[in-house]
């Protein structure tokens, strides 16, 4: 029986360290060389930009590693979006971002900590040069990969997608703003949000917003977090500091995973009435809840729009513990894959329910992938930052690789790749 694809990948890894060790002429640049393979052989794979290979001439930009037949191999343009959409700040340039000339495929770009507060660079790649073609996942039954390695010295926000927040809130940063557009969010991978360094994946059904909050509330996070690494550390600090944030959509499943290294981890959040955010998910479920029970229940909304009910499957319970019982009435937890909710019952009838832990990792995600209608009202694809209304500095650090799948990728496969982390 051959050997699997996977397999092959894993071997010749095994071989480069192995020859690395006991051959002092083996090269770093064979060493970089098989890492580049080993993504690039991931079947799957859409587009994974190394920041090495560039356009043979012209204005030199990266372009990605694509499969044969691909119609483009995604040049990356820079840009300051607060240029774009608020018209103050300089436009931005290749020079805004410092190379490393080292990191896991040979090197790396910089996202710097701006403190001008009209700069906010990224690499991108226009609408017009995405729309309909590989990168551009959408609509029911598609899932997704996206892979970024990175050193991450500050912040907690995007690293790679298609994720146009929009320039649509009312808030203080918006006074000034002379172009406003919706949401057109799809995928990206965030390096963690409201849980800072994790592996944050985030997709959206409608492009806006989630549970009738101002922002998009399906997201996930790895059970690990990465460490802050000054990103102008030594050389040694640098090259052992590299982590592989990873994000999977399955469609199959209905699931929306953080990975960090390779591993994702079981991450809850208790009380989620009590939270900031996930509160409207809390909302979400409970009014889901009450539709489905005759009559109108107290602190049912009938207007809550019924597409925004978050209500994943609780079939049998994964466990259940009497928290008390008298009187013939009995309260238990019971533990779901997605959901920990507090039952009671009366006389062995359910009375009444609270939702009392919500499952951040994974995350329930039964929608399809936001599909926007034409190549003028979907977002672009960007690297580093995100278009969106508040303008903070996000994510700042060294990112040495990005790659984005058609598939929801394996444990096994994102071991793999994470293992590239400490390839030089």
Known sequence: MG??????????????????????GFSVADDVNTSRSAVVDTPGLVAFWDFVQREPDGERRFTAHVPTGSPTDY???????????????????????PLLGRGPFGNAIRI???????????????????????????GAGKSVSVVVWAIRESGNHALAGIWHEGT?????????????????????????????????????????SSFQNKYALHKCNSAGQSPAVPA??????????????????????????????????????????????????????????????PGKQAGEDPSFPKDQYYNPPEGEPLSVKVIRESDGQRVELREHRFTKIEVTLQDGKEVARELVA?????????????????????????????????????FTGW????????????????QTLAALS???
Not at 401 to 414: I, T
């Open 168 to 208: 649509d809130l009312k808030q203080k940063s918006t006074d000034s703003i002379a172009k406003v557009e919706r949401g057109q969010r799809q995928y990206a991978l965030f390096a963690g949000l409201n849980k800072q360094g994790s592996a944050c994946g985030h997709v959206s059904e409608n492009g806006a």
């Open 232 to 293: 102008d550390s030594p050389a040694e600090k640098l090259d052992a500091s590299w982590q592989c944030f990873a994000m999977t959509f399955d469609d199959d499943k209905d699931e929306l995973t953080g990975w960090l290294n390779g591993v994702s981890g079981d991450r809850w959040l208790e009380n989620p009435k009590k939270d900031g955010l996930i509160s409207y998910a809390y909302k979400a479920y409970m009014q889901g809840h009450f539709a489905k029970l």
């Open 112 to 138: 710097v900590k701006e403190t001008d507060p009209d700069f906010r660079p990224f690499l991108y790649i226009p609408r017009s040069r995405l729309h309909d073609t590989p990168l551009d996942i959408k």
């Open 75 to 97: 040049p990356l343009d820079a840009a300051n979006y607060v240029n774009d959409y608020w018209g103050t700040g300089r436009e931005a340039t290749y020079a805004d971002f």
């Open 422 to 424: 400490h390839a030089r």
């Open 358 to 394: 919500l499952r951040l990792n994974p995350w329930w995600y039964p929608h399809g992938i936001y599909t926007p209608k034409d190549d003028q009202s979907g977002g672009p694809f960007t690297i580093g930052r995100v278009i969106h209304s508040a303008r903070t500095v996000g």
């Open 399 to 414: 990112i040495g690789g990005v790659a984005v799948f058609d598939r929801a990728l394996s444990e096994k496969e994102l």
């Open 3 to 24: 050997i699997t694809k996977i397999q092959r990948i894993n071997r010749q890894l095994f071989i480069a360290m192995f020859a690395a060790w006991i051959c002092p």
